[in-house]
């Protein structure tokens, strides 16, 4: 399949590129906007090709756990990483909530100077995907703004705390 969905998140933030490089890979700010609403727990960080950042959503006894494995690091200007949800040992697993919800999915966010600010592209395309997990990516991706968008406003803030 080659025309695969793609769910594309833009947002400029007011803070300097390297900033906001930060804020994604580093351990201690990537969990304060990551996971809004949740408990985020990042177990391990290592923003090198091949790295893995393993994460753990926790809210009251559930957790959510994620595992990233980075393919391409071009610091501050581009990560890319295959994204999925796994089990607690973080082997690769299907979503719990939602069975045709993509195993992995390739993740690109760019990150461009523009003028004092940055402005952040993340793109979600599903990887190796069944046609099952394709249509269930396609027709989530209308409601994918909402988690994504809310852990935007809490990083936005995040900016400009570090800022001052």
Do not use: C
Request: charged share 25%.
């Amino acid at each position: 399949m080659s025309d695969l969905p793609e769910y594309v998140l833009e947002r400029v933030f007011d803070a300097p590129r390297e900033l906001v490089w930060r804020t994604w890979t580093e351990p201690e700010l990537l969990a304060r906007w990551y996971g809004p609403g949740v408990e985020t727990i990042v177990h391990k960080l290592d923003v090198t090709p091949g790295g893995l950042w393993l994460n753990e959503m926790k809210w009251g006894d559930n957790s959510n756990y994620q595992r990233v494995e980075y393919t391409e690091v071009v610091p501050p200007e581009r990560l890319v990483w295959l994204h999925s949800n796994a089990d607690a040992d973080w082997n690769v697993a299907s979503n719990p909530m939602m069975p045709d919800w993509p195993r992995v999915l390739l993740t690109t966010v760019t990150f461009e100077e523009v003028g004092e600010g940055t402005r952040m592209r993340l793109t979600w395309v599903p990887h190796e995907a069944s046609e099952k997990e394709v249509a269930g990516f396609s027709a989530a991706i209308a409601n994918l703004d909402k988690g994504w968008g809310a852990g935007m406003e809490v990083l936005a803030e995040l900016l400009d705390e570090l800022k001052s």
